[in-house]
């Protein structure tokens, strides 16, 4: 399929838009109250930090909502305003985190099902108003939904449009698109809609296993077994592995993911040559500005005294959760919530510990003097982060 010129035809239509309504101001006051927050301003301008009783609180100087999460979240308030009394659905999560979907929900705002990973648009009719979220849909979803004659209001963030461009380019050129992401994700499920052939690896592990087939040195068996459901139909590694392309997912841990790049330029050149390298192997950058501050900013905050750390965030945030990734790889004692009310009465917190399940530590938090790092991920509002500062002083207080 042509993915060029079909996102050309669709940009083109009457039914489609991306630019938002022009109804900014009208929606600026509910954005504000629900999202805002007083003490983090203060927060901001006083050095990031907070002394309260035994309790000091040090957040990172990068942290929360990205400009993408913003301009989606504002498009779907303006969607509701200019469409008053449509039907309107959004094809998964606007973002991932619970508080802004559920005020979305509040303003009758749908959310297709789904069931067994498939997404169900059976009750999606004629003239209804299908949101995008930020992290995109597939090219599959933008035709049904342009087929069925929807009005569709695109909030794709444009760091996820340009990887969606390299891959096309991978495409044009006849190179594999290598995605570094997670297979399953809605990121990388769009991204794969728009290559042509295409494998995805999930960390650099996996990186190297394609690395170690193409030098020669792996099974195919083994490989297929390995990698079936996350490439794409038909893919061939003796065939597909000969010209790649590196792409990724744009939340993925920004160091890994050039480190993946360097590692297929390495693989490809001490396979073809240097003379050969660019017919073999091509690299664009595609690591998104606002997840690349946010895990600079927690590496600064990590090299300070820290006694533990509490990294808030949907718990389907990629983003969120290589920001737990880093700081329990400096060995801090740390806690990933994806809502203010997993802290509770009784020095209590409900947390999941990165790669587990839910589970409740008690107590949560030591005695004495306390130093608490704070960050979250590009989906959390600040009013979320100024609710989990509030439930710690209370609990400092106790």
Not at 45 to 51: F, V
Not at 220 to 248: E, H, T, W, Y
Request: charge should be negative; hydrophobic fraction near 35%.
């Amino acid at each position: 399929m042509d993915t060029r010129a079909f996102k050309r035809s669709l940009h083109h239509s009457e039914r489609y838009n991306r630019r938002g309504f022009g109804l900014g101001n009208e929606v600026a006051g509910s954005l504000e109250q629900a999202y805002q927050s007083d003490l983090i301003a203060k927060l901001r301008e006083s050095g990031y930090s907070l002394e309260s009783g035994r309790l000091t609180v040090r957040l990172a100087e990068a942290f929360g909502f990205c400009w993408g999460v913003e301009r989606a979240v504002a498009m779907a308030y303006e969607t509701r305003r200019h469409y008053p009394t449509e039907r309107i659905w959004i094809t998964n999560e606007i973002i991932h985190n619970p508080s802004v979907n559920d005020h979305l929900r509040d303003m009758n705002v749908l959310f297709i099902s789904v069931e067994d990973g498939m997404k169900d648009f059976s009750e999606v009719a004629s003239g209804d108003v299908v949101i995008l979220p930020a992290f995109g849909a597939t090219v599959q979803e933008m035709q049904l939904l342009n087929e069925r004659g929807c009005h569709i209001v695109d909030t794709t963030c444009p760091w996820v449009s340009k990887v969606w461009n390299t891959v096309e380019k991978h495409k044009k050129h006849s190179f594999t698109s290598i995605i570094h992401g997670k297979v399953k994700h809605e990121e990388t499920l769009a991204t794969s809609s728009f290559a042509g052939t295409y494998l995805v690896v999930l960390d650099l592990a996996e990186a190297q296993m394609v690395s170690e087939y193409i030098l020669g040195n792996g099974d195919r068996q083994s490989f297929m077994d390995r990698f079936s459901k996350a490439c794409s139909p038909g893919f061939d590694p003796d065939r597909d592995l000969i010209r790649v392309g590196v792409a990724n997912q744009t939340t993925m841990l920004k160091s890994e993911t050039e480190e993946i790049g360097r590692l297929f330029e390495r693989t490809m050149l001490q396979r073809f040559g240097p003379i050969e390298l660019n017919e073999h192997f091509l690299a664009f950058n595609t690591i998104c500005d606002a997840t690349q501050e946010r895990q600079d900013a927690i590496f600064a905050l990590v090299d300070e005294p820290l006694d533990l750390m509490v990294v808030i965030g949907g718990y389907n945030s990629s983003n969120t959760t290589h920001l737990q990734e880093i700081a329990v790889s400096r060995g801090i004692r740390s806690f990933h919530i994806d809502t203010p009310e997993r802290i509770g009465p009784g020095n209590r917190i409900e947390h999941m510990p990165l790669g587990g399940v839910l589970e409740i530590e008690q107590p949560f938090l030591p005695e004495g003097p306390i130093r608490v790092g704070i960050t979250s991920g590009a989906s959390t509002p600040d009013r979320v982060v100024e609710d989990v500062i509030e439930r710690l002083i209370e609990l400092c207080e106790a």
